[in-house]
């Protein structure tokens, strides 16, 4: 059974950084592309930043161009989120997804994306 947990949210100031890790089991990470989403209050989700598993490129929305990092630790099985220089902006409930096959037609589509973890909070405030 695949499953997806979230962790690492958390309150924190404007300008500060938070990790989110996305820890993966019933399949292998490398072996699928892995995505993550945020879903603010009153917004539609959207797309922050995917991983493709092919050749390992990466997708980051405009908005997050510069501050987040998405990577994949494969001996642990986890895809991490390093979020920089956070703004109030970026205050939304973050998910971790994958599809349910190994390739899609738009890395960060997510009506390509099938399986999804519970997601984390993430709430920038001063």
């Known amino acids: 059974q695949y499953q997806l947990v979230e962790s690492g949210g958390g309150l924190v100031q404007p300008g500060g950084s938070l990790r989110l890790s996305c820890k993966v089991s019933?399949?292998?990470?490398?072996?699928?592309?892995i995505g993550w989403f945020r879903q603010a209050p009153g917004k539609e989700r959207e797309g922050v930043s995917c991983?493709?598993?092919?050749?390992?490129?990466?997708y980051y929305a405009d908005s997050v161009k510069g501050r987040f990092t998405i990577s994949r630790d494969i001996a642990t099985n986890t895809v991490h989120l390093q979020m920089n220089a956070l703004k109030p902006d970026d205050t939304a409930v973050y998910y971790c997804?994958?599809?349910?096959?190994?390739?899609?037609?738009?890395?960060?589509?997510?009506?390509?994306?099938?399986?999804w973890g519970q997601g984390t909070q993430v709430t920038v405030s001063s």
């Open positions: 991983l493709t598993n092919t050749d390992g490129s990466t």
């Open positions: 019933g399949f292998a990470v490398y072996y699928y592309p």
């Open positions: 997804a994958a599809p349910f096959r190994p390739t899609v037609q738009a890395i960060c589509d997510m009506g390509e994306y099938d399986y």
